[in-house]
């Protein structure tokens, strides 16, 4: 293999300016794959992930291509997931490239995301070559849009101008990539230095590990470490994607492919871990190695307990693939047996949750997302609480720590006054404010990981019509006044329905989440008062009345297809209900707290 002729690349785009559309075309101009074989967005393989329009897993095909000057060269092209709960895999993917094409709508033009994606490139070092897409559109403004790129900072003379969906520039893209990014550097006789990237687990398989080689090479029999882990394993195979899995003899510095190597479990595999020669070892691992850590945990609860069992079995399968996701057992006086999940992020709980609905076929509820808090008791002990049930009674605190992160807000000045607003409104501190350029802020926040996990990303995005980006960071645990609220229904306290706020907006949230119970908890045969309690202290009420009607009674005995909706939208309700007492409570109930105003 001559490394001059090998690029490393990425696509990074603002949401549905046609990324995977380019990708697929690249695919195809490069025979890399049939038209008629293309199955639409390749690269996003899960369903899931499909219909949501977000790349979880990152994933790398090989292209081989003639250039203009006549030589054949191996492209990489290495995807992207594109959430801020996986910015740290994108970090990775990216280090595993020397160059990016950024997309641009040429009706759409520079947006949020594109902002954001442009300094993980550079932070990267990546070449960046503009591509403005979608030119067929009637709306499209390529000039317009190249004037954006110059506030932006990079040369519009540089911009491909393309239609994906039509094929037009396609073959420009590609000689824009072997021209304008360089090939990778490092020394094939070295020892072994190779950058995961991604892992997947495949039940036939075991896990496949997915990565940049950076120095040396890696071949079948050799004996590696994951340098973090510690773990050494025999290499079975190596091989490229092309896009199926194609092995190959050994993989060399520059070069990207995959791994199987008996590894059982992806926590032996993790994203940003170097893999090396166990009795060649390179002196020392690729910087930036981060453990992936649960930031989010929340309840898990099967509707119907038998399921108990299945539930975790389908935990630890998504496990075998997710070596982010935690569980452990729980359980709840209000509703039994369950696991207590953990989570990077918001979206990565509900595409957890998702899964084990979709495809283990299970009815769950799940509790309000929570932090995890460090309780300082009277006696001295810490204690970690993940689950506001847990908390001890006040009397027995001294005081109580929660997590806080530095808040990274990009978004253009006209929103600086709705984005500080929202940050001030979540308990932020204000850090730091710098104009990136005559249009664009970058704002710094210290808030409570508690704040951004109850739905602070979707706000932003609301507050600025969705030109906000944001990415955190842990910073580390500080003091506040913490109150723990415990939520009455019918005079019995249900844990699984409390939750931990700040001092000073409890008596607030103690209004809006009893509004909010109130209209999500249906009416029962009898009179049904729901609190919200500090200690004691009754601090909110309101009262569910006692059911009058019954549904059918508002279809006049007429229309029977209408009749047999209702019943089936009414078994459906039913589902995700949970008896607790002497009262029945649905799912969307133990989630109110992240719908109230
Ligand atoms: P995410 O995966 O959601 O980030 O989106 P993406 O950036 O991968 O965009 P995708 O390729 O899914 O394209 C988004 C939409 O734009 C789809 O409906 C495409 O068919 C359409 N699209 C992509 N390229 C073009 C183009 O050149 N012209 C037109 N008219 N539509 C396009």
């Given at each position: ?63 081989n ?27 990775r ?7 990016a ?66 094929g ?38 075991g ?7 950076v120095?040396?090479s ?20 190596v ?35 170097t ?144 984005g ?90 103690g209004?809006?989440?009893t ?15 729901v ?53 029945e ?13």
């Open positions: 293999v001559n490394q001059d002729r090998i690029i490393n690349f990425c696509i990074i785009a603002h949401v549905d300016h046609g990324k995977s559309t380019l990708a697929d075309r690249l695919l195809e101009y490069t025979d890399t794959i049939e038209e008629r074989d293309m199955e639409e967005q390749l690269l996003d393989t899960m369903e899931l992930e499909r219909e949501r329009g977000i790349t979880i897993k990152a994933q790398a095909v090989r292209m291509y003639e250039a203009d000057d006549g030589q054949n060269y191996i492209l990489n092209l290495i995807d992207t997931p594109g959430h801020v709960d996986f910015n740290y895999e994108v970090s993917s990216l280090e595993a490239c020397e160059g094409l950024l997309v641009i709508d040429a009706a759409q033009g520079v947006e949020a995301q594109t902002l954001a994606n442009i300094y993980l490139a550079l932070e990267a070092d990546l070449e960046i070559i503009p591509v403005i897409n979608k030119i067929d559109l009637d709306s499209a403004r390529p000039d317009l849009v190249k004037e954006e790129l110059i506030d932006i900072g990079i040369d519009p003379d540089e911009a491909i101008l393309t239609s994906a969906k039509e037009v520039g396609i073959g420009e893209v590609l000689d824009a990539v072997v021209e304008r990014v360089s090939s990778p550097a490092g020394d094939i006789d070295r020892p072994l230095k190779a950058l995961i990237f991604d892992s997947v687990y495949d039940p036939y398989q896990v496949i590990a997915y990565y940049r080689v120095e040396g890696i071949e079948p029999g050799m004996e590696i470490e994951m340098m973090a882990t510690e773990k050494t394993f025999e290499v079975e195979e091989g490229i994607f092309t896009p199926n899995m194609e092995s190959v003899d050994r993989l060399v510095a520059g070069e990207v492919g995959y791994v199987i190597a008996g590894i059982k479990d992806v926590k032996h595999s993790r994203v940003g871990d893999i090396t020669e166990a009795n060649n070892p390179t002196d020392e691992p690729l910087p930036g190695y981060q453990k992936a850590k649960p930031m989010v945990y929340c309840g898990l609860y099967p509707v119907e307990g038998a399921d108990y069992d299945l539930l975790r079995d389908a935990l630890e399968k998504l496990q075998l693939n997710d070596a982010a996701l935690t569980f452990e057992p729980e359980t709840s006086e209000a509703l039994g047996f369950g696991y207590r999940g953990g989570f990077l992020g918001l979206l990565h709980m509900e595409i957890i949750q998702e899964r084990l609905e979709r495809e283990y076929d299970l009815d769950l509820i799940t509790t309000a997302p929570s932090v995890v808090y460090k309780v300082h008791k009277e006696d001295g002990e810490v204690l970690e609480i993940e689950n506001p049930a847990k908390m001890p009674e006040p009397q027995e605190i001294d005081f109580i720590e929660e997590p806080f992160v530095e808040a990274t807000i990009m978004l253009p000045d006209d929103y600086v006054g709705d500080m607003e929202l940050a001030q409104d979540r308990r932020g501190e204000f850090e730091d404010m710098q104009y990136l350029d005559e249009t664009r802020v970058k704002l710094v926040y210290e808030l409570p990981l508690s704040e951004i996990i109850l739905d602070f990303f979707d706000q932003l995005k609301s507050a600025t019509r969705g030109y906000a980006t944001l990415d955190y960071e842990f910073v580390g645990y500080r003091e506040a006044d913490l109150v723990k609220l415990n939520i009455l229904v019918n005079k019995d306290p249900i844990d699984a329905l409390s939750c931990i706020v700040h001092e000073d907006n409890a008596y607030e949230i209004q809006s989440l509004r909010k119970l109130k209209e999500f908890i249906p009416e029962q045969m009898f009179e049904v008062p609190q919200a309690a500090i200690g004691n202290n009754v601090i909110a009420r309101q009262t569910i009345r006692a059911k009058r009607k019954n549904v059918l009674q508002k279809c006049y005995g007429g229309d029977v297809s209408r009749k047999r909706k209702l019943l089936e939208k009414q078994k459906e309700g039913k589902k995700r209900m949970k008896q607790v007492g002497s009262v409570i649905p799912q969307e109930a133990f989630m109110a707290i992240l719908s109230i105003d």
